[in-house]
């Protein structure tokens, strides 16, 4: 309800126009614009009316405080009969500690100032106290000067309560917040300096498998040279040219494959660190520029793409560079077996954000790995190609750093659609 | 050349002795000392602490690993590279991190090369070659007045 509420003096005569309340004795006013006394008799009973029926408390008082008026809302809210209550003062309504409210509030009316709405306490009539939101009016006669007030109570109770709620609600959230954001950083050093002091021991691995293989080598060399037995010389060359090289092999590859997913790691852990800069994004652009990177693969694979219209984005432009790079190569990597990849890129604005779709009908995912689809080290389709199973970890990394959001819709066999959320600029938000 | 002592300083003995073969392969013969950490590297650089009495060839190169416990070797290149006695003193920044933030680091306080250190042997063979080469290039003496 706003302060042009209109609201009814007791008299049954007064009629309210927009906030003010005319006084019925000033008949000639009211038949000014040719209404006939009636039609305003009419109007004034349907007001009050419209007053009796609200649920906000509606009461009117005198400028000597004594209350003139008190609706059904009044009663249900502060508990006194209208029929007790009208001719008392209002100060019975007025815990102790707010009676200053009442005098300064009808101060500032009698000099025409305007009275901000603002929230209190009001005493029932069973001496309980109610928290009210509290909106008071001038009410002026027909010559404009001020003969009283109207106020209009809601009760305040359950929104205090809910406000007090929504801040520790919020208290909590921001805890829990920070404790995620440690814990993030946490993850972040850990990933960082497992990504990198395991290539100390690795190095050491490769290092000696190979220092191992020139000793075998070696060996062989010296055995050549030396008279032995001729069935002594076959088992040493046995295992200087089979069983050691055959260990060693397992040695290397096994500490390749380590080496490998330690780099992915480290990889994953500067995509969460790499600074962003954020600037409008002609996304068409950046997708172009990661197909020409990609031209040799999408002819290998005789590829289809299509490229729609792209929305620009608000991001930093080589994470959505990165992101394309990796959906686009995820595409031509998974490709069905048969039948040539189709690949189309779109994009449009949708409620605020850029929504871009990366579709391919490639080897899909089945239902039930979708939900490890964006963790590190998932390899669905190792038989396709050859990989970490880190690029949609990172995509997911660089999207959430956006704040925007990446899915997946994929069926076996069928195909896939990766979506993405990125803001959009401010200003495009606005011309929307 | 052969005057230049090779000094290499890093905590995994592994990795010492993997460079030490592979400089050894590549042809060099120069004298290599191992330190495994950068407290006694400074003391070596400098001739202090231990080292005080120890005489050594002034003209050095030093390979330098980055992580290590307590003086890292960030912190060794920077006194070498801060000393006007010492700053002529041709280091490598030998360590397992490609992290382009740490190598800009090292570059900016005055390292003369970067090597990360691969898993894979024949990258290291050849970052140890190129080393080799490297060694075999540098040979301009420490002014005698900059010895310390």
Redesign the interface.
């Known amino acids: 309800m706003s302060d042009n509420t209109p609201v009814v003096d007791d008299d049954a005569m007064a009629v309210a126009r927009f906030g003010r309340i005319v006084s019925g004795s000033d008949n000639s006013r009211l038949g000014a614009d040719g209404d006939s006394v009636q039609e305003e008799h009419r109007r004034a009973l349907h007001l009050a009316a419209l007053v009796e029926s609200a649920d906000d408390a509606i009461v009117t008082m005198s400028l000597d405080g004594v209350i003139r008026t008190w609706n059904r809302g009044a009663e249900q809210l502060l508990g006194h009969r209208a029929a007790d209550i009208i001719g008392e003062s209002v100060t019975q309504l007025v815990p102790e500690e707010s009676r200053h409210e009442e005098s300064t509030i009808l101060e500032q009316l009698k000099n025409g100032l305007r009275v901000p709405h603002f929230e209190t306490r009001r005493r029932r009539s069973d001496g309980s106290f109610v928290e009210v939101s509290l909106t008071v009016s001038a009410i002026f006669d027909a010559a404009g000067t001020v003969v009283g007030a109207s106020k209009i109570m809601r009760d305040f109770t359950e929104q205090r309560r809910s406000a007090g709620r929504l801040v520790e609600r919020t208290a909590a959230l921001a805890a829990a917040n920070a404790v995620l954001a440690q814990k993030n950083e946490e993850i972040e050093a850990f990933v960082y300096i497992v990504s990198h002091d395991l290539r100390a021991p690795l190095v050491n691995l490769q290092g000696f498998a190979n220092e191992l293989g020139r000793s075998c080598d070696a060996l062989e060399r010296y055995l050549a040279a030396a008279a032995l037995p001729p069935s002594e010389a076959r088992s040493i060359q046995g295992i200087l040219r089979d069983d050691i090289p055959a260990a060693l092999r397992f040695i290397s590859a096994s500490s390749n494959k380590f080496e490998r997913l330690t780099d992915a790691l480290l990889l994953l852990s500067r995509t969460g660190k790499q600074e962003l800069h954020f600037e409008e994004v002609d996304v068409g652009a950046v997708v172009d520029a990661t197909l020409l990177s990609l031209r040799q693969s999408i002819q290998s694979a005789a590829a289809e793409v299509r490229v729609d219209s792209l929305p620009a984005a608000f991001g930093d432009v080589t994470g959505i560079g990165q992101v394309f790079a990796n959906l686009i190569s995820n595409a031509l990597k998974y490709v069905h077996p048969g039948r040539p990849a189709q690949i189309r890129i779109g994009g449009q604005i949708e409620n605020g954000r850029a929504h871009y779709w990366v579709t391919d009908n490639g080897a899909g995912f089945p239902k039930s790995s979708q939900p490890r689809l964006f963790q590190v080290f998932q390899r669905f389709h190792p038989h396709l190609a050859s990989g970490e199973g880190m690029g949609l970890a990172i995509v997911k990394r660089v999207i959430e750093r956006h704040r925007g959001k990446v899915w997946a819709e994929s069926e076996e066999g069928v195909g896939t659609t990766f979506h993405l959320h990125l803001p959009i600029c401010a200003a495009e938000r606005q011309g929307q | 050349m052969s005057h230049v002592t090779i000094l290499v300083v890093d905590d995994?003995e592994?990795?010492v002795e993997?460079v030490r073969?592979n400089l050894k392969r590549s042809g060099i013969r120069n004298t290599i000392v191992a330190l495994s950490d950068g407290q006694q590297a400074l003391d070596f650089v400098f001739r202090r602490g231990p080292c005080a009495d120890e005489p050594h060839n002034a003209n050095l190169l030093v390979l330098l690993d980055i992580?290590m416990p307590g003086l890292d070797g960030v912190e060794v290149l920077r006194q070498i590279k801060s000393d006007p006695r010492t700053r002529l003193i041709p280091v490598l920044m030998l360590t397992?991190?490609d992290?382009i933030r740490e190598i800009n680091r090292c570059y900016a306080l005055g390292c003369n090369a970067y090597i990360t250190?691969?898993?894979?042997?024949s990258r290291?063979i050849e970052a140890i070659q190129q080393l080799g080469l490297f060694i075999s290039v540098i040979n301009t003496p420490i002014d005698p007045k900059f010895i310390p």
């Open positions: 995994d592994g990795h993997l073969r992580n397992t991190t992290d250190k691969p898993v894979d042997p290291f």
